[in-house]
């Protein structure tokens, strides 16, 4: 890496930037996550097992990917914790005070919901990726009519989410994602110039309604599952 790569990097508008940009990609997973995983509304639930296997074919380029997330997650949690370091060492206490009475709840709890969410994150790889939280999924399969067999997604999300204290939890990390996401794409237009008083306020309710919707889209399989909708 070169001095004057490093040096941006190290700059308060880089380490914006780094945020905004691994920012966008985790958003772009979790959107194309969220049309996966929403097949297992479909009458049918091949629909869901065939998404599942499409990512098993992926073979190890699927753990490059999750990697590759994993990374930018860390990346954006940790400059996150950089800029927020840095901006309550510049800023006298008199200001500091008068800022967290205009900031919201999901402005100040930026960190802390961040930090949640990657500890679901990890929670959620152990649970439905490495089996380790239930090691029952990995024997649960489907059979097809030519004598092969994949794996029952489907099975496997009604079989996790029975689970109350899984279920809510689940549900808690979503909706500390949305409270992330929300603030965090006004963050994404500022660093972006794109702050106008005619152009931001649109985009500021555009990036609230997205974080909503995904948050209802994701936090909707677990409570079919526990009302019973989606059953075995």
Not at 108 to 132: E, K, N, P
Not at 155 to 172: D, E, H, K, Q
Request: proline share 3%; hydrophobic share 50%.
């Amino acid at each position: 890496m070169s001095t004057s790569v490093r040096c941006w990097c190290q700059s308060s508008i880089g380490k914006k930037w780094i945020v905004a940009l691994t920012g966008l990609v985790l958003v772009a997973y979790v959107l194309g996550h969220l049309a996966g995983n929403l097949q297992i509304f479909l009458p049918s639930k091949a629909h869901i097992n065939l998404y599942g296997a499409f990512l098993h074919s992926l073979g190890p380029l699927l753990w490059v990917i999750r990697a590759f997330l994993l990374a930018c997650f860390i990346i954006h949690i940790w400059t996150t914790i950089q800029l927020a370091i840095e901006n309550r060492t510049a800023r006298p206490d008199r200001y500091e005070a008068a800022q967290y009475k205009k900031a919201t709840w999901a402005g100040r709890s930026m960190i802390m919901s961040g930090l949640i969410v990657l500890c679901f994150v990890i929670f959620h790889i152990l649970h439905f990726t490495a089996d380790v939280i239930q090691p029952s999924f990995a024997t649960m399969k489907e059979m097809l009519p030519n004598g092969s067999e994949r794996h029952d997604v489907y099975r496997m999300v009604v079989t996790g989410f029975s689970n109350p204290a899984a279920s809510c939890f689940y549900i808690l990390g979503m909706i500390l994602l949305c409270m992330h996401l929300s603030h965090g794409f006004g963050s994404f237009v500022q660093t972006l110039g794109l702050n106008s008083s005619k152009l931001a306020p649109w985009l500021d309710y555009g990036g609230r309604a997205l974080a909503v919707i995904i948050c209802i889209g994701y936090i909707s399989i677990p409570i079919a599952v526990m009302i019973g909708f989606l059953h075995l």
